[in-house]
């Protein structure tokens, strides 16, 4: 199974900002979909955002306005830029990928996605 490279992680204050990086080993951004997801201490995994190979973007409530998420299928590479961070947002974050994006219920489940990545941890301090 493919693995997925995050990176960009870290601990940061209040409102500042940072932008996570998820690099594929094969081109799995240009036909399917890829999402972030994460898991807060003591709580489930969830949604955050998702792509699909054509562009359209998807984002939970919690974080819709402040992150944005975005591919370069050139370098096979998608980004999550997350602003006004809050210390709710303190997670690992996980990516993932699916091969191929059939409708968009989807991109919500966890267990539709083919490759996952080893998270990297976002902390937010108050």
């Known amino acids: 199974q493919a693995q997925l490279v995050e990176s960009g992680g870290g601990l940061v204050q209040t409102g500042d900002s940072l932008r996570l990086s998820c690099a594929a080993p094969?081109?799995?951004?240009?036909?399917?979909?890829a999402g972030w997801f994460r898991q807060a201490p003591g709580k489930e995994r969830e949604f955050v955002a998702a792509?699909?190979?054509?562009?359209?973007?998807y984002y939970s409530d919690s974080v819709k306005g402040r992150f944005t998420i975005s591919r370069d299928n050139a370098k096979i590479t998608m980004y999550l830029q997350m602003n006004g961070l809050k210390p709710e947002d303190t997670a690992v974050y996980y990516c993932?990928?699916?091969?191929?994006?059939?409708?968009?219920?989807?991109?919500?489940?966890?267990?539709?996605?083919?490759?996952w990545g080893q998270g990297t941890q976002v902390t937010v301090s108050s």
């Open positions: 792509i699909t190979w054509n562009g359209r973007t």
């Open positions: 094969e081109r799995t951004f240009t036909s399917g979909a």
């Open positions: 993932a990928a699916k091969r191929i994006y059939t409708d968009d219920d989807t991109l919500y489940r966890q267990r539709d996605y083919d490759y």
